[in-house]
């Protein structure tokens, strides 16, 4: 009897909407996009990773902004683009209690149903296809970013910027 393979809700959301993807997994302990792409032989500017960015002053809803692995986020790129005052990164903890996701597993694709903005870096356009988390640590999945887009509706801009550049 084949063995069913273990579904993450990101997974069943792409499958039900007929958007292709291709899995790929990696060690759980893995917590890095820039880690996951090393392990997977891709460059660290097509594995994407998800971050919880809070309003600097805790009123306002939170936001996703998703970024290339060997890319900082600019939180004030960011805020201009997401018309806000002032914007932090989440703090492990934050993120995972807002999200109910573990760190290295937090994905846009498995909060849809949370009404969250995501912002989506614009690097991701010189590639056909990015890589972003399934929801869960170990596991990533690769597809469209067209498709991302209209999925997530990401809104698409320059948030990022060079590792270490201030």
């Not at 039900?16 to 997994?25: D, L």
């Not at 060997?70 to 995972?96: P, Q, T, Y």
């Not at 903005?117 to 970013?145: H, P």
């Amino acid at each position: 009897m084949p063995r069913k393979e273990n579904k993450t809700n990101s997974m069943r959301l792409l499958d039900a909407q007929k958007i292709p993807y291709t899995v790929h997994r990696f060690s759980p302990s893995i917590h890095s996009a820039q880690g996951v792409a090393e392990a997977l032989g891709l460059p660290p500017g097509q594995v994407f990773k998800t971050l919880v960015v809070v309003p600097a002053n805790e009123k306002g809803k939170p936001l996703l902004a998703i970024v290339p692995g060997d890319r900082e986020l600019d939180l004030k790129k960011l805020a201009r683009l997401a018309n806000a005052k002032k914007l932090r990164i989440a703090s492990h903890r934050e993120a995972e209690a807002l999200t109910g996701l573990l760190v290295g597993g937090i994905s846009a694709l498995a909060l849809l149903q949370k009404g969250w903005r995501v912002f989506l870096d614009a690097s991701a356009q010189r590639y056909q296809e990015i890589l972003v988390s399934a929801g869960q640590r170990g596991i990533n999945l690769q597809l469209a970013v067209e498709d991302l887009c209209r999925i997530t509706h990401a809104q698409v801009g320059d948030i990022s910027r060079s590792a270490g550049q201030a």
